[in-house]
């Protein structure tokens, strides 16, 4: 598994950056990314994929405990489509 930290430690050694300044560029792009799904933006990065946030409506469902009809409430989640750099990298 990958980790913010992994992902720090990675852009230092391919950039030349100190981890201190790739933990600053790291956690802006982090937080520019979470401003622009806040709004309700859709993030697209050339090459890598797609970013949106999608709403699910409102839909009964069951309680997997008594069988019971419950409502579950309408949200929001974010949904990754992945760039074809992407889809060719995994499927070789």
Known sequence: MTTKTKIIENVAAKTG?????????????????EDAF??????????????EVKER?????????TGAAMTI??????????GKTIKDAINK
Do not use: Y
């Not at 806040?38 to 970013?51: D, L, M, P, S, Y």
């Open 17 to 33: 950056m100190k981890k201190k300044d790739a933990e600053a560029a790291v956690n802006a792009v982090i937080a520019s990314l």
């Open 38 to 51: 806040v709004a309700g933006e859709k993030v697209q990065i050339a090459g890598f994929g797609t970013f």
């Open 57 to 65: 409506a409102a839909r009964v469902g069951r309680n997997p405990r």
């Open 73 to 82: 409430e309408a949200s929001k989640h974010l949904s990754f489509t992945a």
